[in-house]
């Protein structure tokens, strides 16, 4: 049994140290207690629970998701119970749990993320912040934070000012250059950067002509994406100094070697757990193998090790 | 909540008619737990494409140890299920979501169309074995004779009438399951319990709503992960606002949703 190996696959995001590498994304886990049934989330390296604004949002209208090739596309709408519902009974179950819980944060406004942030601070049991810089800034008129360097800076100096636990800024692959955004945050203090959030997409019926989701575009992830996701990663762990979290289209504990080695010192795994929600689990025990079959002295030995051509 | 990731073994698969088919399976903890209503979610495949698990209500159970699904082929995934042969095995995750409720005091009416008609029949099912009155009135619609036939067929061998309705007359009423409705003599402290397309949900829950008539309805949707944690599956609320299919539902009281009336 993998569980019974030994195998240091011990990896620190900031000062934050994990067990091993392997988080769940942001809404794709949903607040953890959901997935109590087929995992054994004690084992996992972190969990990042769905996305928590300041007041409750009901998301979208249907159809929200669609599946595409070796991929889906979903608009949910942000739909969550807001940070203040989240911390008096979401945070409680993960409170029981031995497993260090991201929040995934998202705003309107600078402001918005300075409060949110506010609020979870000195919660017990939150080991770090993941802020979600991708949605639309109200105030500029709907740029998305995460497209202008110097507002991903604003938010990303705001949420840290406010927080006492790591801060991860989770990146958008909606950009022309990737590596100058992470750039800005890693400069206004992130302590690391998460990378790819969804690939902004599109899915038609021809039949009825009209669009497979009620907000007409929406965000691609999947399986589809891992190639995007592995360029990105590969790009921003040289551009940067601080943990680059791999995010995209990761199923196996293979996968997770690839971003691994394309730079990444932690994963997150997403829409895979929708499919197999024993996913991240699994990876965990692939890892645990592969260090002792390698017979590396650490996970942390593969991080980088990319060999050129 | 008990819900497990099993594989399944493919005891039987048969073809009703050139497009429908029905998969029985063996895992007595799904089997086992399984109440009317509840749904599987089935992977259809290895490879990545599709790649989502699939949505099928559980139509029966047998023995504590095996449940069947129904299924038409509409895609890709349905077409690689059909494709699947005894004695391989499949990804099921389940059982998922509330079941129905069932008053054994209360006369119960089922209606179901199409393959919505499968969770009806394990509803009847369980009815038959837990409540010692009157049977439940069964009123089943669908396309045409070919479609509905192999469908009744289940509800005879367990000794339950049938009102049948095709939307070409080939068997029963010429008509909608509302058409034969509006002839019976339900009682106003009838239960009536629906699964079937959406435009024959809204009409049978517009009458029961004239009625009076208390409504329990089954939504189908598009889901990812059946679990709570996509957020893809909503349906709306009357009150404002959705609720999730997979995890609030699929079955709800229809009043309490909010239905397109055209």
């Known amino acids: 049994m993998a569980s019974s190996l030994k195998a240091d696959l011990r990896v620190s995001i900031g000062s934050l140290k994990l067990k091993n590498p392997v988080m769940t994304a942001s809404g794709t886990f949903g607040y953890a207690k959901e997935f109590e049934p087929y995992v054994n989330l004690h084992r996992l390296g972190a969990v990042v629970v769905k996305g928590i604004s300041l007041e409750p949002r009901a998301g979208n209208p249907p159809p929200r998701i669609v599946e595409t090739s070796c991929g889906m596309l979903n608009a949910i709408g942000l739909e969550n119970v807001g940070v203040e519902r989240f911390v008096k009974e979401k945070m409680v179950f993960l409170q029981d749990v031995n497993v260090p819980v991201f929040v995934n944060i998202l705003g309107d406004s600078i402001d918005e993320y300075r409060v949110i942030a506010k609020r979870l601070k000195d919660v017990p049991g939150i080991a770090g912040i993941e802020v979600n810089i991708s949605c639309p800034n109200v105030k500029k008129g709907g740029v998305a934070f995460g497209t202008i360097p110097e507002m991903a800076a604003l938010v990303t100096a705001a949420v840290k000012e406010e927080s006492s636990v790591p801060v991860v800024v989770k990146l958008s692959p909606n950009v022309s250059d990737i590596t100058v955004i992470a750039r800005a945050v890693e400069d206004a203090g992130a302590d690391a950067v998460s990378l790819i959030n969804t690939l902004i997409g599109m899915a038609i019926d021809h039949k009825s002509r009209r669009p497979c989701i009620a907000n007409v575009i929406g965000g691609l992830s999947g399986p589809a994406i891992k190639p995007v996701a592995l360029r990105m990663v590969y790009q921003v762990a040289q551009a940067v100094s601080i943990p680059v979290i791999g995010i995209g289209g990761i199923e196996t504990y293979e996968d997770v070697l690839e971003f691994m080695l394309a730079g990444a010192t932690a994963v997150q795994i997403g829409t895979a757990n929708f499919i197999n929600p024993r996913a991240s689990e699994e990876a965990v025990e692939g890892l645990t193998r592969y260090v002792v079959d390698e017979k590396l002295s650490s996970i942390r030995d593969v991080i980088g090790g990319l060999i050129l051509p | ?262």
């Open chain 2, 1 to 262: 909540m008990s819900q497990f990731q099993e594989k399944t073994e493919i005891t039987r698969i048969e073809r009703l008619t050139p497009d429908v088919f029905r998969i029985t399976l063996e895992s007595s903890e799904i089997a086992s737990r399984a109440r009317p209503g509840q749904f599987v979610m089935v992977r259809t495949g290895d490879g990545k494409d599709p790649l989502l698990r699939r949505p099928f209500s559980i139509s029966q159970t047998s023995s504590g140890k095996y449940f069947q699904i129904l299924f038409k082929v509409i895609g890709r995934g349905t077409s690689m299920l059909a494709h699947c042969r005894e004695g391989e095995y499949l990804s099921i995750l389940g059982p998922l979501g509330s079941g129905f409720t069932f008053d054994c005091k209360a006369d119960n009416c089922l209606v179901g169309g199409g393959m919505g008609i499968a969770p009806l029949l394990f509803l009847g099912k369980s009815m038959l074995r837990n409540c010692t009155l009157k049977p439940p009135t069964i009123v089943l619609g669908a396309r045409n004779k070919e479609e509905l036939a192999p469908l009744i067929k289940d509800f005879k061998e367990l000794g339950l009438s049938v009102y049948p309705a095709t939307d070409d007359g080939s068997l029963g009423t010429h008509g909608l399951v509302t058409d034969i409705l509006k002839g019976l003599d339900l009682a106003p402290t009838c239960k009536m319990s629906v699964c079937g397309p959406t435009p024959m949900m809204t009409a049978v829950h517009l009458f029961c709503k004239k009625k009076e008539i208390s409504c329990q309805v089954s939504m189908e949707t598009a889901m990812a992960c059946g679990m709570g944690a996509c957020l893809g599956c909503i349906v709306p609320l009357a009150k404002g606002g959705y609720a999730h299919a997979c995890s609030d539902g699929p079955v709800f009281d229809a009043k309490e949703l909010l239905w397109q009336v055209r």
